[in-house]
């Protein structure tokens, strides 16, 4: 999923924990889900971020750089304006559109 798409909330919202729960039968297990989930995109966030910038990575520094720097400073205003991973992953999860599944579980079946 495209985290800039993302129809996520911007600040943190109260989720009722049985209902979220439910898929798995496991409130830790879905917290691991999400949690996981969440890592994946603030890496992808990050690499994103990074090769944004060094766009404009220069050797030399000089007092005319600092003038110029401002679409650094408006690519990375960007960024923190985006909502934090744990809500897009939350998000995600909460309209099944992750993918998981429990090995232990599946051995257990066998």
């Given at each position: 999923m495209d985290y800039k798409k993302t129809n996520a909330p911007l600040t943190t919202t109260v989720h009722d924990l049985v209902e979220m729960a439910k898929p798995t039968g496991n409130i830790y297990e879905t917290v691991?889900?999400?949690?996981?989930r969440a890592n994946q995109i603030a890496q992808a966030m990050k690499s994103d971020l990074e090769q944004k910038l060094q766009?404009?990575?220069?050797?030399?520094?000089n007092l005319e750089e600092i003038n110029e720097n401002r679409e650094q400073i408006e690519i990375s205003k960007y960024y923190e304006k985006l909502p934090k991973p744990t809500l897009i992953a939350t998000?995600?999860?909460?309209?099944g559109?992750?993918?998981?599944?429990?090995i232990a579980?599946?051995?257990e079946e066998f």
């Open positions: 691991c889900i999400i949690s996981k766009e404009f990575a220069t050797l030399n520094d998000q995600e999860y909460l309209e559109k992750l993918a998981y599944r429990n579980k599946e051995r």
